[in-house]
């Protein structure tokens, strides 16, 4: 079992730029998280995805866009990428009610110019 | 809304002494408690956790936190400290009012490293 995975590992974009960063789980959980973790500012909420076919805001989504594209599946996209989204991503699932423990990905490091 | 503090975000200490990393938190429902590690370049991984039962938990390579609900605080501690230690250490908060989203809310990190 590979956990969470996170494709790419690392990217880097030009200001205005379009991607989409992509996680998968094979826990068969129910939610999904995205988070940025920013230096001194621990990790922020993005948006996420309580079960399939539902999405929500987190504390900071401006700028971004999710699908979850089924159970296992959430992505993040970037529409026009700014350099002050240059970040670490992390995904992260949740097996559901009554489970309260979130298990993160390896995370992917992102730099727009 | 819940917010987490941790109070330190550089604790050096030499190898095999002990430790403490402070958090606090603010919350006006029950919360759930987190303790998360973080090496170089990994991603987050579960230390341990307080859900409900015994304030005193154990978890993993040793660690052990307690939960104070009068002081609102989860501390980590460690007897003994090794080189491996040394990561970042990240105190979570989820409140039983999150819904079946339960979305953590982070401390801003505490640095540890462990001295030769």
């Known amino acids: 079992n590979a956990g969470v995975t996170q494709t790419p590992k690392f990217q880097v974009l030009k200001t205005g730029q379009s991607m989409t960063l992509q996680c998968a789980q094979d826990m068969n959980h129910n939610s999904m998280y995205w988070y940025r973790q920013d230096p001194g500012m621990g990790l922020r909420l993005i948006y996420y995805s309580a079960s399939e076919g539902t999405t929500d805001k987190g504390e900071v989504p401006n700028g971004y866009n999710v699908s979850r594209l089924n159970k296992r599946e959430f992505s993040l996209r970037l529409e026009s990428a700014a350099p002050s989204q240059t970040s670490v991503y992390f995904c992260a699932c949740r097996a559901g009610t009554g489970q309260e423990t979130q298990y993160f990905g390896p995370g992917t490091r992102l730099l727009v110019l | 809304a819940q917010s987490v503090t941790q109070l330190d975000s550089q604790v050096p200490v030499f190898e095999e002494a002990p430790v403490e990393l402070r958090c606090n938190y603010s919350?006006?429902?029950?919360?759930?408690l987190f303790w998360y590690v973080q090496y170089p370049n990994q991603g987050l991984q579960l230390l341990l956790k307080?859900?409900?039962?015994?304030?005193l938990v154990k978890g993993i390579n040793g660690f052990e936190a307690e939960f104070n609900k009068s002081q609102t605080s989860f501390h980590l501690r460690k007897p003994s400290v090794h080189i491996s230690d040394t990561a970042e250490y990240f105190c979570?908060?989820?409140?039983?009012?999150?819904?079946?989203?339960?979305?953590?809310?982070f401390g801003s990190g505490t640095q540890l490293t462990v001295l030769p």
């Open positions: 307080y859900l409900s039962g015994s304030t």
């Open positions: 919350s006006s429902v029950s919360v759930y």
């Open positions: 979570a908060v989820s409140t039983l009012s999150s819904g079946s989203a339960r979305q953590l809310t």
